[in-house]
């Protein structure tokens, strides 16, 4: 009796028994995938169906064209000026901003009596919407009233139509999307600092090491992660750069602000152009996707992880 007990196969489990962690992870998954695919993969394919056809007002397609949107988009010439306007800008804001914040961080680092008010201060554009910035800007670029022209006069130099010249309407934009940026990258700067070992600065010091010894073999490779994910961010941000351009300079003058962003902004809820303003967004994303993998491949190679 004891020897058929012992010869009894185990039950087999129920495919259903077996599946239970891969429901249960799913249950757990399924509001963020509810959530990506409502706001990101469903946009995103329409997005990529409708670069291939002529569309109504009301966005829905019309006429397939295949691929005649993008190349009308290449054949036009404020579509090739909104490409180099948004690599201008990105040249322009993107390594300043990262210099600047870091900087700030390791003044801010310091170990000094009321340091916190000034980590508060250099923190606290994060505290303010890409609006309301931009009304204060439009106020400070003002040709008349404006206190950087009110500047200029008092050095009695000639003042500048910071938004109305197109020479330098992309450089005000720019400046103002750096200062909105940097709190962001000041703070995770610092915190990036703040992690690093204190020993290792105290063997430097014990070596003989000086300040900028520490900081070009100490401070830089060990920070490299937290620079290499600011750097990363910072791009992919200045890319898709849209509020400060409404507010500022609707794209102008003669074009000259009118970056990418903006450029799909108005080819389709100005303009009723769908199709065209699909291509665009397209041609946007591959542009973010190329450079987001060379910064990886090139830009990863240099980074020193703890």
Same mark, same amino acid.
């Given at each position: 009796?004891?020897?058929?007990?012992?010869? &009894?196969?185990?039950?087999?489990?129920?495919?259903?028994?077996?599946?239970?962690?891969?429901?249960?992870?799913?249950?757990?998954?399924?509001?963020?995938?509810?959530?990506?695919?409502?706001?990101?993969?469903?946009?995103?394919?329409?997005?990529?169906?409708?670069?291939?056809?002529?569309?109504?007002?009301?966005?829905? /397609? /019309?006429?397939?064209?295949?691929?005649?949107?993008?190349?009308?988009?290449?054949?036009?010439?404020?579509?090739?000026?909104?490409?180099?306007?948004?690599?201008?800008?990105?040249?322009?804001?993107?390594?300043?901003?990262?210099?600047?914040?870091?900087?700030?961080?390791?003044?801010?680092?310091?170990?000094?009596?009321?340091?916190?008010?000034?980590? &508060?201060?250099?923190?606290?554009?994060?505290?303010?919407?890409? /609006?309301?910035?931009?009304?204060?800007?439009?106020?400070?670029?003002?040709?008349?009233?404006?206190?950087?022209?009110?500047?200029?006069?008092?050095?009695?130099?000639?003042?500048?139509?910071?938004?109305?010249?197109?020479?330098?309407?992309?450089?005000?934009?720019?400046?103002?999307?750096?200062?909105?940026?940097?709190?962001?990258?000041?703070?995770?700067?610092?915190?990036?600092?703040?992690?690093?070992?204190?020993?290792?600065?105290?063997?430097?010091?014990?070596?003989?090491?000086?300040?900028?010894?520490?900081?070009?073999?100490?401070?830089?490779?060990?920070?490299?992660?937290?620079?290499?994910?600011?750097?990363?961010?910072?791009?992919?941000?200045?890319?898709?750069?849209?509020?400060?351009?409404?507010?500022? &300079?609707?794209?102008?003058?003669?074009?000259?602000?009118?970056?990418?962003?903006?450029?799909?902004?108005?080819?389709?809820?100005?303009?009723?152009?769908?199709?065209? /303003?699909?291509?665009?967004?397209?041609?946007?994303?591959?542009?973010?996707?190329?450079? &987001?993998?060379?910064?990886?491949?090139?830009?990863?190679?240099?980074?020193?992880?703890?």
């Amino acid at each position: 009796m004891k020897a058929d007990v012992a010869s &009894t196969p185990p039950k087999q489990l129920g495919l259903w028994r077996k599946s239970l962690n891969a429901r249960t992870a799913f249950l757990y998954l399924f509001p963020s995938i509810l959530l990506f695919s409502v706001f990101i993969f469903y946009p995103m394919f329409r997005t990529i169906y409708l670069s291939f056809f002529l569309t109504d007002q009301q966005g829905a /397609a /019309a006429l397939f064209v295949g691929f005649e949107n993008y190349a009308y988009l290449f054949e036009s010439r404020e579509f090739r000026n909104s490409i180099k306007a948004t690599v201008l800008f990105v040249l322009y804001t993107v390594p300043t901003g990262v210099i600047i914040a870091l900087y700030l961080a390791l003044i801010a680092n310091e170990k000094l009596k009321g340091i916190g008010f000034f980590r &508060t201060v250099y923190s606290s554009t994060m505290g303010i919407s890409v /609006a309301a910035s931009s009304v204060v800007w439009l106020f400070l670029f003002h040709p008349s009233i404006g206190m950087f022209n009110r500047l200029l006069n008092v050095m009695n130099l000639p003042g500048v139509q910071w938004l109305l010249d197109p020479d330098w309407a992309l450089v005000s934009i720019s400046i103002s999307t750096i200062w909105m940026n940097i709190g962001f990258s000041f703070l995770i700067l610092l915190g990036g600092l703040q992690n690093i070992d204190e020993y290792l600065y105290e063997s430097a010091k014990i070596d003989g090491a000086g300040y900028w010894y520490q900081l070009r073999r100490i401070t830089i490779p060990m920070l490299s992660p937290t620079l290499f994910f600011i750097i990363t961010i910072s791009l992919i941000n200045a890319f898709q750069t849209f509020g400060q351009v409404d507010i500022l &300079t609707k794209g102008g003058p003669s074009q000259a602000t009118n970056l990418i962003v903006y450029s799909i902004y108005r080819e389709a809820f100005v303009n009723y152009q769908f199709g065209t /303003a699909s291509a665009q967004a397209v041609f946007l994303f591959i542009c973010i996707l190329i450079v &987001t993998i060379l910064q990886f491949k090139l830009g990863e190679k240099k980074v020193h992880y703890q």
